[in-house]
């Protein structure tokens, strides 16, 4: 006797033992869009980038507008827009291009010396069976944590002519025979100064290139030592590589900041004797606050802007360069 089973339309079309069907198709979750900020990051970022506009885009893009006019010191004094009469000036003033002459003299001379001090530094305080190891290491921050106005102060009392220690102690070695102003000599105060931006900058540098010869894996040393590489050998062939790209990027930032240097040689010399030590911001300061041409010292304030920017922009292609390699 058979028994008709009337199935349902549902049932069939799970057409499983026990009325289990096939399994549901999942939905799939929408990825996230990598890089897209949702409005409650934005909420986020608003503490942070709120000063920012104010303290620093909106003073530089003031700053930029003021290039243009005619702005001059004193209250109530009308301020006209002028176009590029700022920097038809400044391509025909000679004391810019002397301060700027200058300021290339100046930041090629420390960021080359700051370099090459910094990695012998560097070298001998990674030797591991250098004695006072760690004290050498603290010394040798000592200048990177001093303002640079009390550094420009304390060199001063250096460099005096009369109640300094180095004529002092020049004199008692038999190097000199009598005083000499080191800051008010016109050939000699550019050397005192680059001498003492050398001194104030060696810190950052000597514990970037510390970090980077440390982290040279030691087997690499091993290895060449073993294929009878000498010091000099195994600092071409393994420490160099290494650090290489730590050496970009450290002695292009100190490019940047040696050119943008102000406070210190201020304090030092005020850029004299006779400009010789006038870099292109002690220039601008000197033409904004001195003179009180507020647009023109503006204008090379935006040259500066630009040449920063083209720094920047080569620091940066070398750096995506070298990590593509």
Known sequence: MSVAVETSPAAKGRGRIGGAGPPRRRRRSRPQT???????????????LIPIAVLSLGPLLYGVYLGFTDARAGLNVPTDFIGAEN????????????????GLIWTVSVTVLQFALSLGLALLLNVE???????????????????PVVIGIMWRLVYH???????????????????????????LALPAVIAVGVWTGMPQTTVTLLAALQGV??????????????????????????????????TSLNFIWNFNEFGLVYVLTGGGPGGKTQLPMLFAYME????GHFGYAAALGDVMVVI???????YLRAQTREEAS
């Not at 990598?34 to 942070?48: H, I, K, T």
């Not at 904004?288 to 003179?291: L, N, Q």
């Not at 920063?308 to 080569?314: H, N, R, T």
């Open 129 to 147: 069976g250098l004695r006072l190891r760690p004290l050498a290491r603290v010394l040798a921050l000592v200048p990177w944590a001093m303002p």
């Open 288 to 291: 904004a606050f001195r003179y």
């Open 87 to 102: 920097f038809k000036e400044l391509v025909h003033d000679g004391l810019f291009w002397s301060s700027f002459k200058i």
């Open 34 to 48: 990598a890089g897209r900020m949702g409005p409650d990051v934005w909420v986020l970022l608003l503490p942070a």
């Open 217 to 250: 894996p030691a087997d690499l040393h091993e290895a060449a030592a073993l294929d009878g590489a000498g010091t000099w050998a195994r600092f071409r062939v393994v420490v160099w590589p290494a650090i290489k790209p730590v050496v970009l990027s450290i």
């Open 161 to 187: 002519p009369d109640a300094g220690i180095l004529n002092q102690a020049l004199q008692t070695v038999g190097l000199l025979h009598h005083n000499v102003d080191w800051l008010s000599g016109f050939a």
């Open 308 to 314: 920063i920017a083209v720094l920047l922009v080569v």
